[in-house]
């Protein structure tokens, strides 16, 4: 007997429908020679093109590698289900971005005044529509030496593995059409507003609040961290929490993947092949080496095995912490962030009230910790006169705990709303029948040979 096709996945099929007629017939626009927002392709830099072209590749591989990383510590009956919730950003947030999600992140600033002065709190969403304007002349403001269409599929790739992070903690109970509906509300409700406040030239916390956060700090791994904590209270625990890791390799993959792209996210964060560049780079890599080692003894002296998942783990969290200040430190320095976000982490995995409220694979102890760790170790040692609390810039700081009081709070109570939205219109938690049975059978009808 045939099967009836559920309304929601119609809906699904019209909207993507609808979206490739659209581009079909939509009248792209072009820069105009004279405005004053956009140089002349007369000031592109060649070394720059070429590095951003190879950073975008590089964050792009991080989707992939993520979605090792996740899917070979899940068990066995989910491990297609995880990874493929990764793969699907790739689809999914693209054509958002191009539609509507670049717009609200980097359009003119919709916003409030203070003192006088104009700061944005989300982007106009009819400013670069269907990439309107956006083409090979450089933006004056945002990135002066490269073709605006690169910056805006550099910050694309940035946009696609913010979603896919949150997978982990709902791994193994989540609908996947459910997933498929939040991760475009989370994309356009709280990446977008967060993006723009921090990265566009007038964004609220970055030229108000002079937030520092070079990669991604807030706008990536906070914002992913306490929207993850909040699925993870609105699905409830899972019907059996003990699992064993299914392939242990598979992590080891998706770290090597996720450190070798984390340097396009990193040191392609300088939008320019130079000194910034070269040292964010640098910084990236100590300072995962300084978790990865710190995270492995840490464990052996709280009588726990030095483990690969464990040095996996690690690995990430260094990158995770060094993310808003790649730019910003020392190579020294980042060996310290690796440390203390390597042990504060740990703390918050093993911390047994944390682990009662099913956070499958520590998403918020990773990624929201780390975060956090990260953007307060930057506010403290970020060089330059007044840069940070150590460079006498106690005003810095004070904005830098009240920004990230205002992340967390925006990020977690905005994510609570739309996961109860989605769950208004979509239950968000497959029922028990499916759990048991599996979610890669249940839901995709596929299994790991």
């Given at each position: 007997?045939?099967?009836?096709?559920?309304?929601?996945?119609?809906?699904?099929?019209?909207?993507?429908?609808?979206?490739?007629?659209?581009?079909?017939?939509?009248?792209?626009?072009?820069?105009?020679?004279?405005?004053?927002?956009?140089?002349?392709?007369?000031?592109?830099?060649?070394?720059?093109?070429?590095?951003?072209?190879?950073?975008?590749?590089?964050?792009?591989?991080?989707?992939?590698?993520?979605?090792?990383?996740?899917?070979?510590?899940?068990?066995?009956?989910?491990?297609?289900?995880?990874?493929?919730?990764?793969?699907?950003?790739?689809?999914?947030?693209?054509?958002?971005?191009?539609?509507?999600?670049?717009?609200?992140?980097?359009?003119?600033?919709?916003?409030?005044?203070i003192a006088g002065t104009h700061y944005g709190l989300i982007g106009n969403p009819s400013d670069f529509a269907?990439?309107?304007?956006?083409?090979?002349?450089?933006?004056?403001?945002?990135?002066?030496?490269?073709?605006?269409?690169?910056?805006?599929?550099?910050?694309?790739?940035?946009?696609?593995?913010?979603?896919?992070?949150?997978?982990?903690?709902?791994?193994?109970?989540?609908?996947?059409?459910?997933?498929?509906?939040?991760?475009?509300?989370?994309?356009?409700?709280?990446?977008?507003?967060?993006?723009?406040?921090?990265?566009?030239?007038?964004?609220?916390?970055?030229?108000?609040?002079?937030?520092?956060?070079?990669?991604?700090?807030?706008?990536?791994?906070?914002?992913?961290?306490?929207?993850?904590?909040?699925?993870?209270?609105?699905?409830?625990?899972?019907?059996?929490?003990?699992?064993?890791?299914?392939?242990?390799?598979?992590?080891?993959?998706?770290?090597?993947?996720?450190?070798?792209?984390?340097?396009?996210?990193?040191?392609?964060?300088?939008?320019?092949?130079?000194?910034?560049?070269?040292?964010?780079?640098?910084?990236?890599?100590?300072?995962?080496?300084?978790?990865?080692?710190?995270?492995?003894?840490?464990?052996?002296?709280?009588?726990?095995?030095?483990?690969?998942?464990?040095?996996?783990?690690?690995?990430?969290?260094?990158?995770?912490?060094?993310?808003?200040?790649?730019?910003?430190?020392?190579?020294?320095?980042?060996?310290?962030?690796?440390?203390?976000?390597?042990?504060?982490?740990?703390?918050?995995?093993?911390?047994?009230?944390?682990?009662?409220?099913?956070?499958?694979?520590?998403?918020?102890?990773?990624?929201?910790?780390?975060?956090?760790?990260?953007?307060?170790?930057?506010?403290?040692?970020?060089?330059?006169?007044?840069?940070?609390?150590?460079?006498?810039?106690?005003?810095?700081?004070?904005?830098?705990?009240?920004?990230?009081?205002?992340?967390?709070?925006?990020?977690?109570?905005?994510?609570?709303?739309?996961?109860?939205?989605?769950?208004?219109?979509?239950?968000?938690?497959?029922?028990?029948?499916?759990?048991?049975?599996?979610?890669?059978?249940?839901?995709?009808?596929?299994?790991l040979g």
């Open positions: 007997m045939e099967k009836k096709i559920e309304k929601r996945w119609i809906a699904a099929f019209l909207i993507t429908t609808a979206v490739a007629i659209t581009g079909l017939f939509w009248d792209h626009a072009a820069v105009n020679a004279s405005s004053a927002q956009f140089n002349s392709t007369d000031s592109i830099v060649p070394a720059d093109v070429a590095w951003l072209l190879t950073a975008s590749c590089l964050v792009l591989l991080m989707t992939p590698g993520l979605s090792f990383f996740y899917g070979g510590m899940v068990g066995k009956k989910n491990v297609i289900s995880t990874m493929l919730k990764s793969f699907i950003c790739l689809g999914v947030i693209s054509l958002l971005w191009v539609v509507v999600g670049f717009s609200l992140s980097f359009g003119s600033p919709l916003g409030i005044e269907f990439f309107d304007f956006v083409d090979e002349h450089p933006h004056s403001k945002m990135a002066a030496t490269i073709p605006f269409i690169l910056f805006a599929l550099f910050q694309m790739k940035f946009a696609i593995i913010t979603p896919a992070i949150i997978t982990g903690a709902l791994a193994e109970r989540i609908r996947f059409i459910s997933f498929l509906l939040f991760i475009c509300l989370f994309s356009i409700f709280i990446y977008a507003p967060l993006c723009h406040m921090v990265w566009h030239p007038e964004g609220l916390l970055g030229a108000y609040f002079g937030v520092k956060d070079f990669a991604g700090g807030t706008v990536v791994h906070m914002s992913a961290g306490f929207a993850a904590i909040a699925g993870v209270l609105c699905l409830g625990k899972r019907k059996n929490l003990e699992h064993i890791p299914t392939n242990i390799p598979f992590v080891l993959l998706g770290t090597g993947m996720l450190w070798f792209g984390w340097f396009g996210f990193n040191a392609g964060s300088a939008l320019a092949a130079n000194h910034t560049a070269a040292m964010a780079f640098a910084t990236t890599t100590i300072a995962s080496a300084s978790a990865m080692l710190t995270w492995s003894f840490f464990d052996r002296l709280n009588g726990r095995k030095v483990s690969a998942l464990g040095a996996c783990i690690g690995a990430v969290v260094g990158l995770v912490a060094i993310t808003p200040a790649a730019g910003f430190v020392s190579v020294p320095k980042s060996i310290f962030f690796g440390f203390a976000a390597a042990i504060v982490s740990n703390i918050m995995v093993n911390w047994k009230r944390l682990k009662r409220i099913d956070d499958t694979l520590d998403v918020f102890a990773c990624h929201g910790v780390g975060g956090i760790m990260g953007m307060i170790l930057t506010a403290i040692f970020a060089e330059g006169d007044n840069a940070s609390l150590m460079h006498g810039g106690w005003n810095v700081f004070g904005h830098h705990m009240i920004a990230i009081v205002l992340v967390a709070a925006f990020s977690f109570f905005g994510a609570m709303a739309l996961y109860k939205v989605t769950n208004f219109f979509i239950p968000l938690r497959v029922s028990e029948e499916a759990e048991e049975l599996g979610l890669d059978i249940s839901q995709h009808n596929e299994m």
